[in-house]
C-alpha cells in the first residue's frame, strides 16, 4: 500500500461530481454510506409513527397521513422493518464506519479496492431507490412482513401487491451484492494493510468487529440470496420452489432466510459493540479489561450465531424434537454475549470517568442491551416461545437489541468521531438533552409492549377491537402510552440534526485528538485529507495503553515511539474535561 | 406472570406460566444485579482532579475471576432454563396423550373453519359438524388437533391455552390440548396471512358436558363441506387478482365502518 500513500493532501480539484458522488475516498464513501442511511431511517421512522398512531387510535385519521387502511398498515410494518435492518443498521453500522474507521485505525491511505468500494456503495445506493420506488408501484409496497414467508410473498394473489413483493426482493438481493463487495474490502484491507508494526492483537477492537461482522455477513448470505432468486423465480416465472401443489415447501424459505438472518442480528452488533469498546476506554481513561478475551468472545459468538436460526421457527411446523438443539445452541449463545458485557463493566472498575455525550450513548448501550440480551432467554427456551413467539413480546425484545445496536450505537459513534470527521466538536448541552429524551423516551415505547405482548397481543394486527380478550381499555392505556413515547422520541431527533449541521459549520475548532485518544486516527488532522496521513504512522503498542503507571500522561498513542515525549496536552486538548 | 392477564384454560397452561417465571426470576435477577453494578462503577469512579485511574490489563488471574465467575453462574443457569424448557415443550409439543376426540382445523385468507366429530365423536362421518370463527369445546376432554392451510400460512394461536402452532399449506399438524376452564376466549391467527391478518379472530366456547351434548344437538350438519380440498393458488390471473383486491379492501373498509 505504500506506494499508493503518496497522494500528496489537498492537491486534487476534480469539481464537486468527482470528489463527493463519483470517489474512491473511503471517507466520502463512509459519509454518503451515513447520510443515505440517515435518511432512510427518516422514511422508516415516519413508518413507526403512522402505523402505532394506528394502535394507539384506530380508525382515525393519522396527522400527516391520514386515514391507515389493512393493507396500508402491513406495507408501512413491512417497510418499516426492512429499512431500519437492511437500510439504516447495516449502512450505517457497518458500512459507513467500517469504511471510515478501518483505513484510519490501521494507519493506510485508503481501502485496498477503492473502486470496488465505489460500486458497492452506487448499487447500496441502487437498492435503495429501488425500494422506496416499491411505495409508488401499482399495488402499493409489500405486506408480507420484512421476513417475507412465502407462499404470502410468492404469489399476487395471496399479497394482493402485484409488483410490490417482487420489488422488495430485487431491492433486498441488490443490497446484499453492495455488502458482498464492501465485505471483500473490509476483510482484505484489515489483513493487508496494517501500519508497520501492528500486530493483530494490536488492531482496535471496532476493526475487528467488523471485519468478524462481515465474515459473518459473507459467509451466510449466500444461501439467502439463492432463496430470493427463487422467491423471485416464483414470483415472475411461475415455478414452484415454495408451493406445495406443485412440490414445493414453503418451510424451505424459513430456513434460508433464518440461517442468514439470525447470524444478521450479529453482523450488526458486533459494529456496535466495538464501537462502544472504543469508546469506554477513553472516557474512563482505563486500558480496556481483557482485550484477547473480547476477540475470543466476538469469534465464539460468530461461530455459534450459525447454529440457531431454527429457534425463529419453534412453532412454525418443523419436527418438534428439533426445538431441543436449538435451544440448547440458542441459550449457549448467552454466554459469550454476556462475557462481552461483564468485561465493559469491569473496564469501568478503577477508572476516572467522564459523562461526555459519547460516553453516555456508550454506557447506555450496555444498560438497555442487558435488558434485550436477558428477555431473549424467554423466547430461546421453546416452552416459553410457544406463547410469546409472535408477540409483542418478541417485537419489544428485539427492539431492545436492535435499538441499542441500530440507534445508540450509531450515536455513540457519530457523536465520537464528530470531531475526526469535520474537524469540530459538537455542542454538549444539546447532545445531552438529546440523549435523555431519546433514552426515556425509548423505554416509554418498549417496556409497555413487552406487558402487552406478555398479556398475548399477536403481531402486524392493524386492530384489536375484533380481540374481545385484547381490546380492553387497560391494554389500550399500554398502547397509547407506547405510541406518545414513540412520538416523543421522534420529536426530540430535530435536536440532534440541528446540532450536527450547526456543529460542522459554527462548532469549536476540533484539532487532531480531542479526546486525548490512542488509536490511529486521532493521529490524522481533522478532517484528514484525501490520502489520510502526511506521513503513514508507524505502531509501536496496543490500542488501550490509558493511565500507564510510569508515565505521567494518561494515554500513550499507538504511533509515539517508547522513547520520545509524550505530545504536549495543551497542545491537542480541547478541555472536554 | 401471565396469568395475571390471561386465564389459564388448559391443562398446560399453568406449566408454561411456571417457565415463565422461573425464567424471569433467574433473569431478572441478573439483569438487577448487572445494572447495580454497572452504576455503582460509574458513580463511584467519576473523574476527579488528581486522581489518576488504575492500570488493570485483565489478562491476569486474580483480575479475570471477577468477570469469570459471574460468567459460570450464567452457563449453569442456562443449563438449568434448556432443562425447564425442554421439559415443557416436550409435554405440549412432543408428547401426544391418546385423544378422546379429534378436531380438524382449517385455516384461510381469511377465515377458520373447525370439523367437529359430532356426537358420534369420530370425524368423517355423517354427523360432522362445521363451524367457521368458533370452536366448540367440551372442557376437561382431551383433544387432537388436525391442522391445514388452504392457502399461505397461518398460525393458530390460544393466548388462555398457551398453545401456537403454524398451519402449513401442504402438511397436517397433529397436536393436543386438553381445556380445563369452562368460557370463552380468543382465537388468533398470529402469523401475518395478508390484508386481513387483523380480520381473523376467533372464538373458543368450552362448555360442561351437558352444555355441549346440547349445543351438538342444536347445530347444523354439513358433512359434505368437511374434506379438506388441497390449495390450489390460481396463478396470477389479472382479472382476478385486480378484483379480489378491490372486494379485500372494500370489505376491510366495511368493517371498520361498522363499529
Request: charged share 15%; proline share 6%; aromatic share 14%.
Amino acid at each position: 500500500m505504500s506506494e499508493l500513500a503518496v497522494h500528496p493532501a489537498g492537491h486534487h480539484d476534480q469539481g464537486f461530481v468527482k470528489t463527493y458522488l463519483w470517489s474512491t475516498d473511503h471517507k466520502v464513501i463512509a459519509m454518503q454510506y451515513l447520510f443515505t442511511g440517515m435518511l432512510m431511517a427518516l422514511i422508516g421512522g415516519f413508518a413507526v409513527y403512522v402505523f402505532r398512531m394506528q394502535l394507539a387510535f384506530p380508525g382515525q385519521s393519522v396527522p400527516l397521513f391520514g386515514r391507515v387502511s389493512a393493507g396500508q398498515y402491513n406495507s408501512l410494518v413491512t417497510m418499516h422493518g426492512t429499512i431500519m435492518i437492511f437500510w439504516v443498521a447495516m449502512p450505517v453500522l457497518l458500512a459507513a464506519f467500517g469504511n471510515y474507521l478501518i483505513p484510519l485505525m490501521l494507519g493506510c491511505d485508503d481501502m485496498v479496492f477503492p473502486k470496488v468500494n465505489r460500486l458497492s456503495y452506487q448499487i447500496f445506493l441502487l437498492s435503495a431507490v429501488v425500494l422506496v420506488a416499491s411505495f409508488v408501484v401499482p399495488g402499493g409496497a409489500f405486506g408480507g412482513a420484512w421476513t417475507a414467508y412465502p407462499p404470502l410473498s410468492a404469489n399476487a394473489v395471496y399479497n394482493l401487491t402485484r409488483y410490490g413483493a417482487t420489488v422488495w426482493v430485487v431491492a433486498v438481493a441488490l443490497e446484499f451484492v453492495a455488502f458482498l463487495l464492501g465485505g471483500i474490502n473490509f476483510v482484505t484491507t484489515a489483513m493487508n494493510s496494517r501500519a508497520p508494526g501492528m500486530r493483530m492483537f494490536d488492531v482496535p477492537i471496532v476493526v475487528w468487529m467488523i471485519v468478524i461482522a462481515s465474515i459473518l455477513f459473507m459467509a451466510s448470505v449466500g444461501p439467502l440470496l439463492a432463496g430470493a432468486a427463487m422467491l423471485f423465480f416464483d414470483q415472475v416465472l411461475g415455478t414452484g420452489f415454495y408451493d406445495p401443489a406443485t412440490g414445493g415447501d414453503p418451510i424451505l424459505w424459513q430456513h434460508l432466510f433464518w440461517f442468514f438472518g439470525h447470524p444478521e442480528v450479529y453482523v450488526v452488533l458486533l459494529p456496535a459493540m466495538g464501537i462502544v469498546a472504543e469508546i469506554i476506554p477513553v472516557f474512563s481513561r482505563k486500558k480496556l479489561f481483557g482485550y484477547r478475551t473480547i476477540v475470543y468472545t466476538a469469534v465464539a459468538t460468530g461461530v455459534i450465531s450459525f447454529f440457531v436460526w431454527a429457534h425463529h421457527q419453534f412453532v412454525a411446523g418443523i419436527d418438534p424434537r428439533m426445538a431441543s438443539l436449538f435451544t440448547i445452541t440458542t441459550l449457549i449463545i448467552s454466554v459469550p454475549i454476556a462475557e462481552m458485557l461483564f468485561v465493559y463493566i469491569a473496564t469501568l472498575y478503577g477508572g476516572s470517568i467522564t459523562l461526555t455525550t459519547p460516553m453516555l450513548w456508550a454506557l447506555s448501550f450496555v444498560a438497555e442491551f442487558l435488558l434485550g440480551g436477558v428477555t431473549g432467554i424467554f423466547l430461546g427456551a421453546a416452552g416459553a416461545d410457544i406463547y410469546l413467539h409472535d408477540t409483542y413480546f418478541v417485537l419489544a425484545h428485539f427492539h431492545y437489541t436492535f435499538f441499542p445496536i441500530a440507534i445508540i450505537g450509531a450515536f455513540a459513534g457519530i457523536t465520537f468521531w464528530f470531531p475526526k470527521m469535520f474537524g469540530r466538536m459538537m455542542d454538549e448541552r444539546l447532545g445531552k438533552i438529546h440523549f435523555w429524551v431519546t433514552i426515556i423516551a425509548f423505554n416509554f415505547i418498549f417496556i409497555p409492549l413487552f406487558m402487552t405482548g406478555a398479556a398475548g397481543d399477536h403481531r402486524r394486527i392493524f386492530d384489536y377491537s375484533g380481540f374481545p380478550d385484547l381490546a380492553t381499555p387497560g391494554l389500550q392505556r399500554l398502547r397509547i402510552i407506547a405510541t406518545m413515547g414513540l412520538v416523543s422520541l421522534l420529536a426530540v431527533q430535530p435536536v440532534f440534526f440541528f446540532n450536527f449541521i450547526r456543529s460542522m459549520v459554527r462548532g469549536r475548532v476540533a484539532g487532531a485528538n480531542p479526546w486525548r485518544a490512542n488509536t490511529l486516527e486521532w493521529s490524522a488532522p481533522s478532517p484528514p485529507p484525501h490520502g489520510n496521513f502526511a506521513e503513514l504512522p508507524e505502531v509501536y503498542r496496543g490500542p488501550y495503553e490509558y493511565s500507564t503507571e510510569d508515565r505521567e500522561e494518561d494515554f500513550w498513542p499507538q504511533h509515539v515511539p517508547d522513547d520520545s515525549p509524550a505530545p504536549a496536552p495543551a497542545a491537542t486538548a480541547v478541555g472536554w474535561r | 406472570m401471565i396469568s395475571w392477564y390471561v386465564t389459564q384454560a388448559s391443562s398446560y397452561a399453568a406449566d408454561v406460566d411456571d417457565l415463565f417465571l422461573l425464567i424471569a426470576l433467574i433473569v431478572g435477577a441478573f439483569f438487577l444485579a448487572a445494572e447495580f453494578v454497572l452504576l455503582w462503577l460509574i458513580v463511584k469512579f467519576r473523574a476527579r482532579p488528581g486522581v489518576k485511574a488504575r492500570y488493570i490489563t485483565g489478562e491476569k488471574t486474580s483480575e479475570t475471576r471477577w468477570v469469570n465467575y459471574p460468567h459460570y453462574l450464567v452457563l449453569v443457569f442456562d443449563i438449568l432454563i434448556v432443562a425447564a424448557a425442554l421439559r415443557v415443550w416436550s409435554e405440549v409439543k412432543i408428547d401426544l396423550p391418546p385423544a378422546e376426540e379429534r378436531v380438524r382445523i382449517i385455516a384461510q385468507q381469511w377465515a377458520w373453519t373447525f370439523v367437529h366429530a359430532g356426537p358420534d365423536g369420530k370425524l368423517d362421518t355423517a354427523d360432522d359438524i362445521r363451524t367457521v370463527n368458533v370452536l366448540n369445546l367440551q372442557v376437561n376432554r382431551l383433544y387432537h388437533y388436525e391442522l391445514h392451510s388452504k392457502d399461505v400460512l397461518h398460525s393458530f394461536s390460544v393466548p388462555a391455552f398457551r398453545l401456537k402452532q403454524d398451519a402449513v399449506p401442504g402438511r397436517a399438524i397433529v397436536g393436543w390440548f386438553r381445556p380445563t376452564v369452562i368460557g370463552e376466549f380468543d382465537l388468533q391467527c398470529a402469523e401475518i396471512c395478508g390484508i386481513g391478518h387483523g380480520l381473523m379472530p376467533g372464538r373458543v366456547r368450552i362448555r360442561s358436558a351437558g352444555a355441549h351434548a346440547a349445543w351438538m344437538e342444536m347445530a347444523p350438519r354439513m358433512p359434505q363441506l368437511a374434506s379438506v380440498t388441497p390449495a390450489m393458488p390460481a396463478t396470477g390471473a389479472p382479472a382476478s387478482f385486480a378484483a379480489r383486491a378491490a372486494s379485500v379492501e372494500a370489505s376491510a373498509e366495511r368493517e371498520r365502518g361498522n363499529r
